[in-house]
């Protein structure tokens, strides 16, 4: 079990769909993180959220679309994929205000887009 | 951001102590590093942390030496279960966690 859930676990989608992945976490963490992992691939940042506010976006394509609500929840919306976006979504957060703060990762949700 | 360059692989038998050493050449005053597990399917998971020295705690000891431009995971008797990808991370808090390339430990019996 982890302190991070993601929701779904799996997912497959079309490439027409519009769907959404949900993060949510209760330690009081105010950094939110969303990472990409291919097969045999370590992950890839995405974007992170500081605050609720979005603070950095690694070029990530504009079919995917982050938000958070509020200091618990982050989504990342989701519309006309490509079969190569298939991949393991991993959340994370970590506390913003200590230095020594790991990141904490949920177990991610398998998305697969035919 | 300190870039990191580990091995892509190591093979070691159970029982046996592992060590996977990790280069961050530049990495910054502020930066701590961090060490993370990862099996298939599933996030990655905290192992260690420190910022010099040697850090132990209950499943690995962490050494970094007095120029902090490396770091070495240690592993004691490994079992089957600790096949994985293993992970270093330098950075601070708020930062842009990058992911560098992992270890692959491949425990044989």
């Known amino acids: 079990d982890t302190e991070v859930t993601q929701t779904p676990k799996h997912l497959v989608m079309g490439m027409t769909n519009k769907k959404s992945l949900k993060c949510e976490q209760h330690?009081?963490?105010?950094?939110m993180y969303w990472y990409k992992q291919k097969a045999k691939k370590p992950p890839e940042l995405m974007f992170v959220?500081?605050?609720?506010?979005?603070?950095i976006n690694e070029s990530v394509p504009s079919r995917f679309s982050p938000e958070c609500p509020n200091s618990s929840l982050l989504n990342l919306h989701l519309h006309a994929l490509q079969p190569e976006d298939s991949a393991l979504y991993l959340c994370?957060?970590?506390?913003?205000?200590?230095?020594?703060?790991?990141?904490?990762f949920g177990n991610g949700t398998r998305l697969t887009v035919t | 951001l300190a870039k990191t360059t580990q091995p892509i692989s190591m093979d070691s038998y159970e029982g046996q102590e592992v060590n996977i050493t990790c280069s961050h050449n530049?990495?910054?005053?502020?930066?701590?590093i961090t060490w993370y597990q990862q099996f298939p399917s599933q996030g990655p998971r905290f192992i260690i942390q420190?910022?010099?020295t040697k850090v132990t705690n209950e499943v690995a000891s962490l050494f970094i030496p007095a120029d902090r431009k490396s770091s070495t995971l240690s592993l004691p008797r490994v079992s089957l279960s600790d096949t994985a990808v293993y992970y270093c991370?330098?950075?601070?808090?708020?930062?842009?966690?990058?992911f560098g390339p992992g270890t692959r430990l491949s425990v044989l019996p």
């Open positions: 959220y500081s605050y609720e506010k979005l603070s």
């Open positions: 994370a957060s970590a506390a913003i205000d200590r230095e020594k703060s790991p990141l904490h």
């Open positions: 330690m009081g963490h105010r950094a």
């Open positions: 420190g910022y010099k």
């Open positions: 530049n990495i910054a005053t502020n930066d701590y």
């Open positions: 991370l330098v950075g601070s808090y708020g930062q842009n966690f990058v």
